[in-house]
Nanobody
Framework: QVQLVESGGGLVQPGGSLRLSCAAS????????MGWYRQAPEKQRELVAT???????QYVDSVKGRFTISRDNAKNTVYLQMNSLKLEDTAVYYC????????WGQGTQVTVSS
C-alpha cells in the first residue's frame, strides 16, 4: 500500500521558517519525481516546487529564494524548507509522487500569522 505522510506544518509568524517532510512508503522512491503543492482557502491547488530524479529543481516564482526542496532517497523522504514566510504562504501543503502513476499525501496545514 502506497502512503505519503506529510509532517512539519504549524503556526508561524511572518518572517519565520518551517521545514515540511513527506515520508513515502510502498513505492520505489528514487524513481519518482516529487512535488510540493499547496491549496489556500477558496483557491486552486498550485504547484510550489518539484525535485526530479536527477535532483534538479523547479519553483513557482512566488517562493523562489525562500523555499528549498530536497530529497533523501535513503530515507524515502522529500523536504520543503520554507524561510521568510509570508501571510500568503498560508495553505494546506501536499506532497505528490509523480511517475507513471501519481500519489498524494493527506496534507499538512501551514498558517502564517502574527
Amino acid at each position: 500500500q502506497v502512503q505519503l505522510v506529510e509532517s512539519g506544518g504549524g503556526l508561524v509568524q511572518p518572517g519565520g521558517s518551517l521545514r515540511l517532510s513527506c515520508a513515502a512508503s510502498g513505492i520505489f522512491f528514487s524513481s519518482y519525481s516529487m512535488g510540493w503543492y499547496r491549496q489556500a482557502p477558496e483557491k486552486q491547488r498550485e504547484l510550489v516546487a518539484t525535485i526530479y530524479r536527477d535532483r534538479s529543481t523547479q519553483y513557482v516564482d512566488s517562493v523562489k529564494g525562500r523555499f528549498t526542496i530536497s530529497r533523501d532517497n535513503a530515507k524515502n523522504t522529500v523536504y520543503l524548507q520554507m524561510n521568510s514566510l509570508k501571510l500568503e504562504d498560508t495553505a494546506v501543503y501536499y506532497c505528490r509522487a509523480i511517475g507513471t502513476v501519481t500519489y498524494w499525501g493527506q496534507g499538512t496545514q501551514v498558517t502564517v500569522s502574527s
